[in-house]
């Protein structure tokens, strides 16, 4: 809302777990790859190849995203984000929204 990130947390949540990092992460996931280029620091690179994105630091991979499209929607699909520094693995699954799919009555 332009005041921060604010959360509400289930009990279920690890602690450790920050809702701005979901967010930089899903940024990361979705976002075109020379928007996610820009927003990135100095020193930090974006590649993208054969349906992989790599965010790279020092010439090593800290993050990688694999990108399992559907054929017949290619909005939707899958993103398997993995923190190669943090050790975690988060999985984004988008689809194709249609008018019609979202109208309610």
Same mark, same amino acid.
Request: avoid cysteine; aromatic fraction near 4%.
């Given at each position: =809302?332009?005041?921060?990130?604010?959360?509400? *947390?289930?009990? &279920?949540?690890?602690?450790? &777990?920050?809702?701005?990092?979901?967010?930089? =992460? $899903?940024?990361?996931?979705?976002?075109?790859?020379?928007?996610?280029?820009?927003?990135?620091?100095?020193?930090?690179?974006?590649?993208?190849?054969?349906?992989?994105?790599? /965010?790279?630091?020092?010439? *090593?991979?800290? $993050?990688? $995203?694999?990108?399992?499209?559907?054929?017949?929607?290619?909005?939707?699909?899958?993103? /398997? &984000?993995?923190?190669? =520094?943090?050790?975690?693995?988060?999985? /984004?699954?988008?689809?194709?929204?249609?008018?019609?799919?979202?109208?309610?009555?």
């Amino acid at each position: =809302d332009g005041r921060g990130v604010r959360e509400r *947390r289930t009990a &279920l949540a690890p602690e450790a &777990l920050e809702a701005s990092s979901v967010l930089a =992460d $899903i940024f990361l996931s979705l976002w075109p790859l020379e928007a996610v280029r820009a927003a990135l620091p100095a020193g930090i690179e974006a590649h993208e190849s054969a349906g992989v994105r790599r /965010i790279v630091h020092a010439g *090593r991979t800290v $993050i990688e $995203i694999r990108l399992e499209q559907e054929e017949a929607a290619p909005l939707a699909g899958r993103r /398997i &984000l993995r923190n190669l =520094d943090f050790g975690y693995e988060l999985t /984004i699954r988008t689809e194709e929204w249609t008018q019609a799919a979202g109208e309610t009555g």
